[in-house]
């Protein structure tokens, strides 16, 4: 009699619910194992530790409404994710971190793409002009030409409108972003050297025993996003770079300080005359304007390139 009684109970389930809190996931995650590394995960579970980070939660919200617009702008181009780093310049605070468009997606919400490696495309151009800059192998006004050649190895790279444009300067080439030009400087830096500046500029994942060839230049190494974000930072920090950090400090129940941060001694990863170039090539709307238009102009001015 109690199993057909248990049979014919009809069950009511009680809606799942989320074990983290819906802000900043991603982030409160990546904390939560810097605690666990530091502290343990059973001390952090029965410590009642007190966390204050470095992030800005007016500036994640924005991040966050930011990235799910432009999934949602892109889906038509197959973009799936999506994520956003924002850092400090001048002491390498992590300000926002987004690590998907959508964190409740079952495909790709729970993968922080901001510490995942992938490929940063025409983002890493940058790094290898102004490297070649500072050795004072070309200037903003050094004309390259702009033509389908060998590079070595049958290695013919073409650009992404599949045009050639003839001499540019490095201005209009890295503005353009044309791949061409930006292969002839790769070739004059030399793949070794870059990965060494690579590594100068905290990047981790770029492994110097890898043959990753003068495509290195077009991003075919694989970087994450907060990496790729604190390379840049030096560029607005006039050459200087500071270590990522998300905590500020921990204090345990009884109110006792256990852990206060700060900021790393910058390192000068660039010369500030190297920054000032690139910020103002990557800043100049008139010269990109016949590729992008209007596409990358704010409403100040800003640096920026695509990739």
């Known amino acids: 009699a109690q ?11 009680v809606e799942s619910q989320e074990d983290i809190n819906v802000t900043a996931p991603h982030f409160a995650l990546m904390v939560k194992q810097e605690l666990i590394k530091k502290y343990g995960e059973d001390s952090l579970a029965h410590s009642g530790m007190h966390v204050q980070t470095t992030i800005d939660l007016d500036w994640q919200k924005f991040a966050e409404k930011t990235v799910k617009t432009q999934i949602e702008s892109l889906a038509r181009n197959k973009a ?15 300000m926002a971190l987004v690590g998907s468009h959508n964190w409740a997606d079952e495909k790709n919400g729970k993968i922080n793409m901001a510490l995942a490696p992938r490929q940063p495309g025409s983002s890493f151009k940058p790094l290898v002009y102004a ?3 500072e050795d004072k192998q070309i200037t903003a006004g050094t004309v390259l030409e702009d033509k389908v050649r060998d ?14 444009h003839g001499n540019v300067t490095v201005r209009w080439a890295l503005d353009n972003s044309l791949n061409i030009p930006a292969v002839e400087i790769m070739q004059k830096v030399g793949v070794k050297h870059m990965l060494n ?15 990753y060839g003068l495509s290195l230049v077009l991003g075919s190494g694989q970087v994450p996003l907060v990496q790729m974000t604190n390379a840049y930072a030096a560029f607005a920090a006039e050459g200087q770079q500071y270590d990522t950090y998300d ?4 204090r345990d129940k009884q109110d006792k ?11 000068t990863v660039f ?15 008139a010269s990109r304007a016949g590729t992008f238009g209007n596409a990358l102009a704010i409403s100040r001015q800003a640096a920026v390139k695509t990739g």
Not at 80 to 94: D, F, K, M, Q, R
Not at 151 to 164: H, I, Q, R, S, V
Not at 257 to 267: G, I, T
Not at 271 to 285: F, G, M, R
């Open 271 to 285: 010369q500030k005359e190297v920054t000032y170039i690139i910020s103002s090539i990557i800043s100049d709307n």
């Open 131 to 133: 490297t070649a800059l």
């Open 247 to 250: 905590i500020i400090e921990i």
């Open 80 to 94: 799936t994710n999506g994520a956003l780093v924002a850092i400090n310049p001048a002491s390498g605070e992590i």
């Open 197 to 211: 500046k690579a590594r100068d500029l905290s990047i981790t994942t770029l492994d110097s025993s890898e043959d």
């Open 257 to 267: 300080v256990l852990y206060k941060a700060q900021a790393s001694d910058p390192r």
């Open 151 to 164: 590079f070595g190895g049958g290695y013919t790279p073409k650009n992404y409108d599949l045009k050639e």
């Open 3 to 13: 199993y057909k009684a248990a049979l014919a109970e009809k069950l009511k389930f």
